[in-house]
């Protein structure tokens, strides 16, 4: 008993110096006139096979990478392998980056010559959504091997959501998976965040995703 | 910064209440002559369709089950289905078990009757390697669509499996992923844990892990 109250109030007041951080990040990115998408989503989702897709297909747009990892760096040398800029974060066994750890992050990563930056976060389904870090937009992975039944039991990340891409479409046929389900399920948290089912691995789907994001960060004719 | 010396103060008195709480559970779980298996793994890595599996494998050990989730109660109606006692906790947003809600959750769910115990913890590949439950075996389930990399990126939590399963064996073909190099890199954090490829979807490999928790449990003639 004592030990959950204790993790609440700590809760309360981190989440509020958080916001606070997460507006100096809001200010540095509108000073750049660059853009923060915060990525998010379960181990293995495959967030950084998306990212790769994302980095040619939002070409003429100058992608960064801040590659969040409780430890390694395995993702950050794949992503430099696309020539674009990335820093790798270590958060020392944190699930989560937060608004703090991103401001710096971005600092490190520096602005200049970028139009968006990707945060790619920790993968986890429960404790990023918690902490928003001064992102423009959401972007949420789920994978068809996962189920289509998490909505239901990570409702917040779902509700967090700006916009959630199923990947893995290219393995429908070997999961029970209902794509109609999971629409359903998402759509009863956060409504109008559009759903696109495409494969990291095949490429398919990526566009219709990649001209959503480039409507949405503005980035139409840079 | 400030706000990050804060979590860490608060996680060190945190883990030193929670290894009390947990050492309580353990004197409760030795009066009543019960384990307790604490099954962690991403969302969607298949932790309650193979406890499903093992309730029907380790008879005619008696199994209970208390399924923790953020929120909703999907998989306790499945357990409850195959007529083993179940209860289920929700940790309202939080992102773990730890020993406490574990403690109250061993009280409320009963032992009498039982021999082992599964909680199963929230999906989530970093927060719950952190926390010791009591345990008496910690069972972590990786699936074949998440990758053979997760070692590398999520360590912790492969350092303290006591044993690996390796699920949705049956979806090797459509995925590239190295079985040889996850064992590896297994063993490279914890060398003595056995690893078991299984699919708990068709079964196979299933009565492999049965028997070695059978043994482990001290269960083979109750």
Redesign the interface.
Known sequence: ????F??FE?RE??LA??AA?AELTRANLRAHGARLVNLMG???AGKTSLLLRLIEALKPLRVGVMEA????D??ARTVARTGAKVIQLHTA???HM?A??TRRGLERLGLDGLDVVFLEN??????PA?FEVGADLRLVVL?????D??P?????MFRVADCLAVN?L??LP??DFDLDALRARAAALRPEAPVFPLSAKTGEGVDALAGWLKARLGGEAT
């Open positions: 008993m004592t030990m959950a204790e993790i700590t007041r981190a110096d958080n951080a379960s181990p293995g990892d409780v430890d390694s395995v993702d066994g944190l699930c937060d703090d750890m920790i993968g986890n389904l429960v404790c918690e994978s068809v091997p996962e189920g039944d998490k239901l039991k990570y409702p917040l893995k290219d393995a070997a999961f």
